[in-house]
DNA sequence: AGGGGCATGTAAAGAGTTACATGATTCT
DNA sequence: AGAATCATGTAACTCTTTACATGCCCCT
């Protein structure tokens, strides 16, 4: 199964969601750490509702075609369960756009490079800060179970993520200037 | 231009390399940042070299199809110059398998999350080893101009985020017990 | 004799992006 | 009146993975 059907099975164990709220929600905050547009989950969202994972109720709403709330289920329940306690999946598969300019860094002289950092360092204090601002909404203590838990701990991820982006930058900008 | 072109064009501008050879470049230690099958880089290899931006010799070696070096053209390395001059794209398009099982987490046990969690701080150490004994092998100062500096700054991003993501298991692992 | 590494390719399927398409409601 | 948001879908394309295919050389 794929990475899109667990997001959009862990969304949808939270509470039932419209594809257009679970295309909301796959920008942020879900979008933090897996994306997908809406011609993607549409689809999806078929395919799943043909597996049985999901169910449809058509609910009343604006437009040319009509509006329908996906719900969890208990064979989608299931295959999200399953997953979780299949094993967990090796380290780095990812794609890092950023990390492949700076391999070829090399070849720009020193204050294009620093420029390039100081870019980056920018953009990381921005999503630091939208990080915060979303920690700041939460309670001090959650109980296991409430599923705020699960998004709390990928924002912590997140905010760590981005301080060491901001740490690496600033070392980097030292060793700069340092020649 | 694809990310995989700039992984390419990036590894030429240090030396001529074979496809074989790339490939295995592409799996460690550039894969740390972008992982591309040889089933990609051969034909992106031939379309690259259709474009002008790299070009082949015939050199001997075994198998039943002629082994090709490639090297860098001049375009190729304009184009390459071209891409690192560019805007640096925005955060996160980036997908972490690992982040999303931790977003519906707060639907398993909480010794079955600290299972999980310790499974992945194993992987999390030895990347950490494998990153230091990499960088081991590195030189205390490197000129700019040098493409180990390109490599170096990579591993040191990778050595980080590899800290951050052993202090986050650890933290995790606490709040789990403190229950 | 068999397995692993060297070396290059193709085919098919799945995942993801960009663009096209429609139409209602709400806000300025 | 026009723009933004709600709401769903399809088409074409690019990128990525998995599997198939060939054959030499070296080591045990």
């Known amino acids: 199964m ?3 059907r667990h ?3 862990g969304l949808l164990a ?3 969601y419209t594809g257009y709220q679970i295309a909301q929600l796959m920008k942020r905050p879900v979008g933090y750490f897996w994306q ?6 549409y689809p999806e969202l078929e395919s799943m509702s043909h597996d049985d994972l999901v169910a449809a109720t058509v609910i009343n709403g604006p437009g040319p075609r009509p509006t329908k709330e996906y719900r969890l289920t208990t064979a989608g329940r299931t295959a999200l369960l399953d997953w979780l306690g299949s094993p967990v999946s090796p ?5 890092d756009d950023f990390e492949l300019r700076i391999w070829s860094a090399w ?7 620093a420029a390039m950092i100081s870019e980056r360092r920018a953009m990381v204090l921005e999503r630091q800060s939208e990080y915060r601002a979303i920690l700041a909404s939460f309670p001090t203590r959650m109980s296991h179970g409430d ?3 699960g998004e709390w ?3 912590q991820m997140g905010l760590g993520y981005e301080e060491h982006r901001l740490a690496w930058c600033d070392r980097m900008l030292l060793t700069l200037a340092a020649g």
């Open 2 to 4: 794929s990475g899109l």
């Open 7 to 9: 997001a959009i099975l």
């Open 14 to 16: 939270r509470q039932p």
């Open 36 to 41: 997908a547009r809406h011609s993607q989950i």
């Open 91 to 95: 380290l780095s598969a990812g794609r």
């Open 107 to 113: 070849l720009l002289p020193p204050d294009q490079v």
């Open 147 to 149: 599923p705020r838990s």
């Open 153 to 155: 701990m990928t924002l």
